[in-house]
């Protein structure tokens, strides 16, 4: 029968024993609650006295030996906890006390690494669990075929939090080392996809709700015609940049003060995107400033190559995850410094905005569909607007064969975009002209120049009574009236 601290009901759960002199033999019982069927895997890992003793110095779970990585996720972070190690002892022996003091000889020179591993992408089968938990289950396969994010000190907190990534498979590890034996043993590892495989509405299995790929659809369309073709049709340029502008920032503000559902703020964020797109193009309409509204179109192309660059390991630097201020402000330094270059360059630097914003918009529609990691780029600065302690998450995400066709994709989209744009547009004028302002200069030709058939053109109302007679005056038959004179 299961005993309190001798047994343990988790996922990804593992138990430690100390073996006695003589011992040749261990027995370990395992069971489904309420007698399910479940598939597992199990592996058996030897330690020697040698070694630390993973979870020895719990004094928070309910096992006396604690060996495993608890794991908690919300949308935005994942956060593993696990115990402290202490130090290997013989059998028979007293095992060392945790804290009696905190000298070379105790279990305060311990370190411990964390590892990360990336289970393949669009993959949810158990097989795949299985292979990846058997690869990483020792420290050999672990430094193999892990990834080392960060080092803890036994002085520091036993906590590490990472981005969450919904439908992807990771599993993460801790392997505690004693750097004076030169010796290390690994904790269990635990997996997680950070969606449910039991919920029936925006589960693992139906990721994405319908709104959000109905938007990206539509966004994905309008960002293809926008690369190729946004420069010409300047006003459905304009109207895309706003929309998207203008829906981001309101999609922020709704979600942080306000507790509306998801499909609720997204709809009230697109209509009011509907309205700044509006607005940016009556201002060129109207006002004709063309540098104001390429202003508007350089942010957000600063806005996604700032977002690019923190989306490299340049954004897991300590100096961004210890402060807040220290990202926002490079955030927006390199932001800012875009819409720069557009003023001694307009129209290639409107171009080129073109083709890099729309063909991102593609991948966005893809990813709707198909799990890519370039999704990312701009997720990860919405999670950090949206959460106050996004700062210090390890923002890592896997790259594999998808996600290298898509920078492809994105890639060959962007170039064939602005060289296309370019070379059509070399012989045209710079921006299009304003209509408002062009019909005000035709107002005023035509006041002014008395030869312009135009300028004797009788007033609307006129022209519309001689219209209305025109329809209800009866036609005279055609022939002659008069008598024929020879």
């Not at 001689?466 to 036609?475: D, F, G, I, W, Y």
């Amino acid at each position: 029968m299961p005993g309190l601290g001798l047994s343990l009901t988790a996922v990804d759960s593992g138990l430690l024993s100390a073996l006695q002199p003589g011992q040749v033999s261990l027995s370990l019982f395992l069971s489904s609650p309420e007698g399910g069927i479940v598939a597992g895997t199990g592996v058996i890992l030897p330690y020697a006295s040698t070694d630390p003793l993973p979870g020895a110095c719990n004094t928070e779970f309910d096992l006396d030996v604690n060996p495993n990585v608890y794991l908690h996720y919300n949308l935005y972070e994942t956060q593993i906890r696990f115990a402290a190690a202490n130090l290997g002892y013989d059998r028979g022996a007293a095992p060392p006390a945790c804290d009696e003091s905190s000298e070379v000889n105790t279990r305060w020179r311990l370190q411990y690494d964390v590892y990360q591993y990336f289970l393949p992408e669009n993959d949810l089968s158990e097989r795949s669990l299985f292979s990846g938990v058997q690869a990483v289950a020792d420290i050999q396969g672990l430094r193999e075929n892990g990834r080392r994010v960060m080092t803890l000190l036994s002085s520091d907190l036993s906590l590490a939090v990472f981005n969450s990534l919904p439908g992807q498979g990771v599993i993460y590890s801790v392997i505690a080392r004693d750097p004076l034996l030169n010796t290390s043993a690994s904790y269990v590892p635990v997996h997680t996809y950070a969606c449910s495989f039991v919920s029936t509405l925006d589960g693992c299995q139906t990721l994405g709700k319908i709104s959000t790929k109905l938007l990206f659809s539509i966004a994905g369309l309008a960002g293809l015609f926008v690369c190729f073709f946004g420069h010409r049709f300047f006003k459905c340029e304009l109207f895309c940049m706003g929309f998207s502008f203008a829906m981001f920032f309101l999609f922020v503000l709704v979600t942080r003060t306000t507790g509306l559902d998801y499909d609720i703020c997204l709809a009230v964020s697109a209509v009011v995107g509907v309205v700044g797109g509006v607005l940016l193009v009556m201002s060129w309409w109207r006002f004709g400033s063309v540098m104001a509204c390429i202003v508007v179109v350089g942010l957000m192309l600063g806005f996604l190559i700032a977002s690019t660059v923190l989306f490299t390991p340049l954004g897991d630097l300590d100096v961004f995850r210890r402060s807040d201020a220290v990202f926002w402000v490079t955030f927006c330094c390199m932001m800012i410094l875009v819409p720069l270059f557009f003023v001694r360059w307009p129209r290639e630097g409107n171009i080129i905005t073109c083709g890099v914003v729309g063909g991102y918009a593609v991948v966005l529609a893809v990813n709707a569909y198909v799990y890519t990691s370039l999704s990312y780029i701009s997720l990860n600065i919405l999670k950090r607007f949206l959460n106050n302690n996004f700062s210090g998450v390890f923002t890592d995400v896997p790259f594999q064969a998808i996600d290298y066709v898509m920078i492809t994709v994105w890639v060959v989209l962007g170039v064939c975009g602005v060289v296309l744009q370019l070379y059509r547009e070399r012989s045209r004028p710079f921006f299009p002209p304003s209509p408002y302002l062009m019909w005000l200069q035709e107002r005023e030709r035509r006041k002014t120049n008395v030869l312009d058939p135009s300028h004797h053109a009788p007033p609307l109302p006129n022209r519309l009574l001689a219209r209305a007679r025109q329809l209800t005056k009866r036609n005279e038959p055609a022939g002659e009236h008069t008598p024929l004179l020879l």
